[in-house]
Antibody, heavy 120, light 110 residues
């Protein structure tokens, strides 16, 4: 069965960096694009970005472009989200999700999320 | 790019139908047939209910249906059941390789 497991969240001071991971299993990881979506506490969903199946392209939301970087290691079935220069407004649950047909916005499997709290 | 506009809340009694709207512009909802709908129960990850405006993934009850007219997409839940109570989010491709979500609608089953 398809599984996505995020890790790497925690409490971090403003201005610092963090790398989130999403380990995939149960499907041919190298064949699928992967997304990151975040959700601030009590708020709605916000698309963060996508990386193509082969890592050749990444696209980001305007709000994070230049600070966030998505990468992947297909040999480890893992996608990463590098988050730099963290701000209080980056506090959120970060989900990874499998793409089912870019650019349809169809995310067919989601992880359970990893919580990032930006606080001094 | 602002979020798509959804009503903050909707409600209906068991067995009734309810429709949730998602309003954008001709640059997003109206410009592409790439609207999806997600259901999210408290403390859980979202689950896709509708994609590409009208398509329903396998395993999603046919009580859930999607449509679009102009710049507004809609999700209709027929034969409301208690387990349908959740937050619902629409999303749309907005061009320039980006996707946006709506602000979310809390559906209450009375």
């Amino acid at each position: 069965q398809v599984q996505l497991v995020e890790s790497g969240g925690g409490v971090v001071q403003p201005g610092r960096s963090l790398r989130l991971s999403c380990a995939a299993s149960g499907f041919t990881f190298r064949s699928y694009g992967m997304h990151w979506v975040r959700q601030a506490p009590g708020k709605g969903l916000e698309w963060v970005g996508v990386i193509w199946y082969d890592g050749s392209n990444q696209h980001y939301a305007e709000s994070v472009e230049g600070r966030f970087t998505i990468s992947r290691d297909n040999s480890k079935n893992t996608v990463y989200l590098q988050v730099n220069s963290l701000r209080a407004e980056d506090t959120a649950m970060y989900y990874c999700a499998r793409d089912r047909g870019w650019p349809s916005g169809h995310f067919d499997y989601w992880g359970q999320g990893t919580l990032v709290t930006v606080s001094s | 790019q602002s979020a798509l506009t959804q009503p903050p809340s909707a409600s209906g009694s068991p067995g009734q139908s309810v429709t949730i709207s998602c309003t954008g512009t001709s640059s997003d909802v109206g410009g592409y047939n790439y609207v999806s709908w997600y259901q999210q129960h408290p403390g859980k990850a979202p689950k896709v209910m509708i994609y590409e405006v009208t398509k329903r993934p396998s395993g999603v009850p046919d009580r859930f249906s999607g449509s679009k007219s102009g710049n507004t997409a809609s999700l209709t839940v027929s034969g409301l059941q208690a387990e349908d109570e959740a937050d619902y989010y629409c999303s749309s491709y907005v061009g320039n390789n980006r996707i946006i979500f709506g602000g979310g609608t809390k559906l209450t089953v009375l």
